[in-house]
């Protein structure tokens, strides 16, 4: 008989964490403009030290999110950052926490 050490066993399964069951959480956050991926230039901004971010509107969502899908709508063309955000990471789980009601 194999003896598995308690700190071996499988942790318990995470609740599933994906984009299709969020608001777009992390497309409040700002992001910064470091690559040239070819954002257009209407949803570009400079913020308060001069360097360039994705546009975010009065209530805090970037302004290429598509409000009625909450997808992006520069896929294809979406920035650096945006790129690396991993979904179920750390970063990803507070956003999800930071707006729960939108679960509900
Ligand atoms: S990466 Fe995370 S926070 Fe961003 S949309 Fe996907 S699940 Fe939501
Ligand atoms: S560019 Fe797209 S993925 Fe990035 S924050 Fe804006 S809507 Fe979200």
């Known amino acids: 008989m194999t003896v598995i050490p308690l700190l071996q066993l499988p942790a318990e399964p995470e609740p599933s964490v994906t984009c299709s069951t969020c608001a777009a959480c992390c497309c409040q956050l700002e992001v910064m403009l470091i690559t040239d991926t070819g954002v ?19 209530d805090g969502w970037c302004a290429a999110l598509d409000r ?5 709508t520069i896929y294809d063309r979406r920035p650096l950052i945006c790129r690396e955000f991993e979904m179920g990471s750390p970063e990803c789980i507070t956003e999800r926490e930071g707006i729960a009601t939108a679960y509900v």
């Open 40 to 58: 257009p230039e209407r949803f570009m901004d400079t913020d308060d030290w001069g360097g360039e971010v994705m546009l975010r509107l009065d």
């Open 68 to 72: 009625d899908s909450m997808r992006c």
